[in-house]
C-alpha cells in the first residue's frame, strides 16, 4: 500500500519558517515528479512548488517564489518544503503529492498527480 506521510506543520509567527516532510512508503519515488499544494478554507487546492526526480528541475507558485524552497532526498523516498518569511495568507492544510508516471516533467494541477498524503496543517499568526 502506498502511502505519503507529511509531517512539520503547525502554528507560527508571520515572518517565521517551517520546513514540512514528506516520507513516501510502498513504493519508490525515484523516477516520479513529486510536488506540494495547499489549500485553505474555502478555497481550491492550489499549487505550491515540483520537483522533477533529479532535483535538477524545480518550480514554484509566484506567491511563493523567493521564499519557499523545495528539495527531495531519492535515497529516503522523501520530499521537503522549506518555508521562510511566512505570511498569514500561507495558512493553509499542506499535501504532499507524487506523478505515477516515470518522467521529469513538472506537472501543474492538482488532477495530474495519483498520490496524495493526508496533509499537515500550516496557521501564520499575523
Known amino acids: 500500500q502506498v502511502q505519503l506521510v507529511e509531517s512539520g506543520g503547525g502554528l507560527v509567527q508571520a515572518g517565521g519558517s517551517l520546513r514540512l516532510s514528506c516520507a513516501a512508503s510502498?513504493?519508490?519515488?525515484?523516477?516520479?515528479?513529486m510536488a506540494w499544494f495547499r489549500q485553505a478554507p474555502g478555497k481550491e487546492r492550489e499549487f505550491v512548488a515540483a520537483?522533477?526526480?533529479?532535483?535538477?528541475?524545480?518550480d514554484y507558485a509566484d506567491s511563493v517564489k523567493g521564499r519557499f524552497t523545495i528539495s527531495r532526498d531519492t535515497l529516503k523516498n522523501a520530499v521537503y518544503l522549506r518555508m521562510n518569511s511566512l505570511a498569514p495568507d500561507d495558512t493553509a492544510v499542506y499535501y504532499c503529492?507524487?506523478?505515477?508516471?516515470?518522467?521529469?516533467?513538472?506537472?501543474?494541477?492538482?488532477?495530474?498527480?495519483?498520490?496524495w498524503g493526508q496533509g499537515t496543517q500550516v496557521s501564520v499568526s499575523s
Open positions: 503529492a507524487a506523478d505515477s508516471q516515470i518522467s521529469s516533467r513538472l506537472r501543474y494541477r492538482w488532477y495530474e498527480y495519483d498520490y
Open positions: 520537483i522533477s526526480w533529479s532535483g535538477r528541475s524545480t
Open positions: 510502498g513504493r519508490t519515488f525515484a523516477k516520479n515528479t
